[in-house]
């Protein structure tokens, strides 16, 4: 099986869906800008070849990348990158050679919050009221419709990177004022941010599923440059389980990971908040191995190959991520917080790249059967020397 996969070297912990494909006997064709060199050997020895591009941006190098591999090995069987940035290249390359997956046809449904909308409105999930205003006069009959405060975000965009919270008139027309283009207005929505994560094989049957809840949202982690943590559920609640369900569904999810973001109203009630058809970011895919006891890289790469998903799995475990940011100055060292809690802290790492900005410069894993447990182990790891003691 010839798969090519694009920049495979990053995030780090991606290498791992390269060495199991590998391991399960796939032709694994490595494409990115990086210099073949600066890759690590592990990946190095997953990669059957590697061809190097100028930039991933420029599709003319892309596709003669595709063309000789093509020719090398015969017909491609699956493309991807399973990073949210480079989706609509691997449509349009899918596309291009026939190649079974999301196609340029799917891409804008999965892409455009507005399209995405449309979707939830017909599988009759709750959605947020949002517009795509044509002008300042549709832009403020919207606000006195659904009142403020107003969220303004990119129409495509990745995790809550140039979004607005708009409180009032004035910042409205503030906002509106810099004439950004291509921006969705919704309304805001008070609730903590609940996830629907998971997997399914070719046919879209679901064989993995998960929950995580996080401890504040997205945009104000990302607007304030301050800590966040969010962790896994042991017990996924039944609406969640069912409004998930008809997501995948309405999204046609096929041989994919899923990351579906619902918000948990002060009300108890769910309402969507936005679809991606790639594994969630950051250390997460981690954080699901460490929760099962699975490997979801081998997982993923067995339902490419074999169209299977083995192993039984029972969420034993909370598995909590909570970051560090080096701006900050914090009660404990992370010599302390190993000695304290080193034997509850699988794994933990400095978190490179965009993937910073929302998730902190370091990242600890903290796994448990207790949430309490968890939760108390977070607060210690990000108690800041101005805090109250």
């Known amino acids: 099986m010839n798969i090519v996969f694009i920049s495979p070297h990053y995030p780090p912990n991606y290498i791992n869906f390269s060495f199991q494909l590998k391991k399960l006997g796939a032709n694994v064709l490595g494409l990115a800008d990086e210099a073949f060199d600066n890759l690590p050997n592990e990946l190095r020895w997953a990669l059957t070849e590697y061809y190097?591009?100028?930039?991933?941006?420029?599709?003319?190098?892309?596709?003669?990348?595709?063309?000789?591999?093509?020719?090398?090995?015969?017909?491609?069987?699956?493309l991807d990158s399973l990073n949210e940035f480079w989706l609509e290249t691997e449509a349009q390359l899918r596309t291009d050679f026939n190649i079974f997956g999301i196609k340029t046809q799917d891409i804008m449904k999965i892409k455009r919050k507005s399209e995405m909308k449309k979707v939830f409105r017909k599988a009759e999930v709750p959605v947020a009221a949002g517009i795509k205003p044509k002008n300042t006069n549709e832009a403020f009959e919207f606000a006195t419709r659904v009142g403020y405060p107003l969220v303004a975000k990119p129409d495509i965009g990745v995790g809550a990177n140039a979004t607005y919270k708009i409180n009032n008139e004035v910042e409205l027309r503030q906002f509106l004022d810099k004439k950004l283009s291509d921006y969705i207005i919704e309304e805001f929505v008070e609730g903590a941010i609940c996830t629907f994560d998971g997997l399914t094989d070719k046919d879209g049957n679901i064989v993995f599923y998960t929950s995580h809840v996080y401890e504040r949202g997205i945009m104000e982690t990302v607007n304030d440059r301050s800590d966040v943590y969010y962790y896994s559920q042991r017990e996924i609640p039944p609406d969640l389980d069912i409004i998930g369900r008809r997501t995948v569904k309405a999204f046609g999810v096929q041989e994919r990971f899923f990351h579906f973001e619902y918000f948990r109203k002060p009300d108890d009630s769910l309402i969507a908040l936005e679809v991606n058809i790639r594994p969630p970011g950051g250390l997460t895919t981690d954080m699901m191995n460490f929760a099962n006891d699975i490997d979801v890289y081998r997982e993923w790469a067995n339902i490419l190959i074999n169209n299977r998903f083995d192993p039984i799995y029972t969420r034993p475990y909370h598995c909590c991520y909570a970051s560090r940011r080096y701006h900050f100055n914090y009660v404990h060292s992370h010599e302390e917080i190993m000695a304290t809690f080193g034997h509850l802290i699988p794994n933990h790492r400095e978190i490179l790249g965009a993937w910073s900005v929302a998730l902190g410069n370091y990242g600890y894993l903290i796994r448990s059967e207790e949430l309490d447990e968890v939760l108390a182990i977070a607060n210690f790891i990000q108690k800041k020397v101005t805090e109250d003691a």
Do not use: E, K, P
């Open 52 to 78: 190097h591009v100028d930039s991933l941006s420029n599709y003319d190098q892309l596709l003669r990348a595709l063309g000789y591999f093509t020719h090398r090995y015969g017909r491609i069987d699956r």
